[in-house]
């Protein structure tokens, strides 16, 4: 329906407009959190494939940014002295950055893809190619300008450019394991917005508002009152006293819990049950036996397709964290609180052992918060995953949460 630029005929293709047209045609889950390596997860029986989309102007081989890396800066920065040391480093980093994505979504290192869309006058190109690890014991063809390094671990090319910190990969349809799928004539709708006019008076007169079945919110890694991590709780209960007076062993590793601030279920009373308020009156009042105290008990569904049974507990249903008495993992291991911290903490974000977590350190990993969301009239089940920093205290404000400014590009 558009064009890229005014006297231009080389068709606009907005990149999230992508992401979704491909997400439903494909059956997949849009998995995009703002910069994260994957922006579509697809799953074929038991094989998950990680999915890089893109698109830009023009076919010829090119460079096109594929990672950010501003939090990192000033690691990078001590090894500009020396050209090799430096491009390790990037590559290091950019690595760490996709096995971090491979424990999250639960993907293997050698079946993911970039999909990309190049467009000419009037033409679509679809293209795919191979999305590996950088090779970093071979690196080689080094060089530096004012403004870039450049490098290749000779299955494709990388530049990393110093004033935006960022890593540009090299896509041609004749590198490494690189396809191209299909090539087609695009026509543009001379008036695109009558077209869109049109159509809407169409259907308005026949078609229903469209109710989402999808209920979602979100919950800070942080405390809401201190606005940190707190020492001995949250996402370091595994650093508080230990569980029996007197002992002195740790608690478990990972053992963690997600804090629930009470503002939370007063402003959302509806989202972990029907009304929590009511049901935490009636928990306080109950004086029965102990092992029928009413809980709030559900499935949490992890990014990388693995289910645990988790629930809310203590005072005010204010911690959220994995545990059964009753049911066990494929290795025979009762689940317990430390299910949760160990996807979260140690495979996603990897935290080494009984590290203090901090907000800082949270928000160098480029999170802050997490997203949660069910199906509309069911309690049963909850799906987890990463937020960008800041998600938790604009939901409490009803503010949008905003896709990733740099991705956001207007229609010109």
């Not at 979504?105 to 970039?114: A, F, P, Q, T």
């Not at 990969?169 to 695009?186: E, G």
């Not at 001995?232 to 629930?260: D, F, H, T």
Request: glycine share 6%; net charge neutral; proline share 5%.
């Amino acid at each position: 329906m558009f064009r890229q630029k005014q006297g231009d005929l080389i068709p606009y293709l907005d990149s999230k407009f992508q992401e979704t047209v491909f997400a439903k045609i494909f059956k997949s889950q849009n998995v995009d959190i703002g910069n994260t390596p994957h922006d579509v997860l697809s799953v074929f029986g038991d094989v998950r494939i990680g999915v890089g989309l893109k698109t830009w102007m023009g076919s010829k081989p090119s460079f096109q940014k594929v990672m950010q890396l501003k939090r990192y800066q000033n690691e990078i920065n001590i090894h500009r002295d020396n050209l090799h040391s430096l491009a390790y480093k990037i590559s290091e980093i950019k690595n760490e950055r996709m096995k971090s994505d491979y424990k999250r979504l639960g993907l293997s290192d050698d079946k993911n893809i970039y999909h990309y869309v190049t467009r000419d006058k009037g033409v679509f190109t679809i293209n795919e190619c191979a999305y590996p690890l950088i090779d970093i014991n071979n690196l080689k063809n080094l060089s530096e300008t004012r403004s870039a390094l450049s490098w290749s671990d000779g299955n494709k090319d990388y530049r990393y450019t110093f004033g935006d910190s960022q890593i540009h990969q090299k896509f041609a349809s004749n590198n490494y394991n690189s396809l191209v799928l299909n090539r087609f004539d695009v026509k543009i709708i001379e008036d695109p917005f009558a077209f869109l006019l049109k159509a809407y008076f169409d259907i308005i007169e026949t078609s229903k508002a469209i109710e989402p079945d999808i209920v979602e919110a979100y919950l800070p890694l942080y405390s809401y009152e201190s606005k940190e991590v707190e020492e001995k709780s949250g996402l370091n209960a595994w650093n508080g006293a230990p569980k029996s007076k007197g002992s002195n062993a740790p608690r478990p590793l990972n053992e963690v819990y997600i804090p629930v601030p009470i503002e939370f279920h007063k402003k959302h009373p509806d989202f972990f049950t029907e009304n929590i308020l009511e049901f935490l009156k009636i928990r306080k009042s109950y004086d029965g036996a102990k092992n029928e105290k009413p809980e709030i008990r559900f499935y949490l569904q992890l990014p990388n397709g693995k289910t645990i049974p988790s629930l809310l507990t203590g005072d005010n249903m204010k911690n959220f964290q994995s545990g059964s008495n009753t049911e066990h993992d494929e290795n025979g291991k009762r689940y317990g609180q430390s299910a949760l911290g160990q996807w979260l903490l140690v495979d996603v974000l990897g935290l080494k052992e009984r590290e203090p977590v901090t907000r800082e350190w949270l928000q160098k990993k480029g999170t802050d918060s997490i997203r949660l969301w069910r199906k509309k009239g069911d309690y049963t089940t909850i799906n987890i995953d990463f937020a960008p920093i800041g998600s938790f205290e604009m939901f409490m404000k009803d503010v949008p949460i905003p896709i990733d400014e740099e991705e956001a590009t207007p229609f010109i």
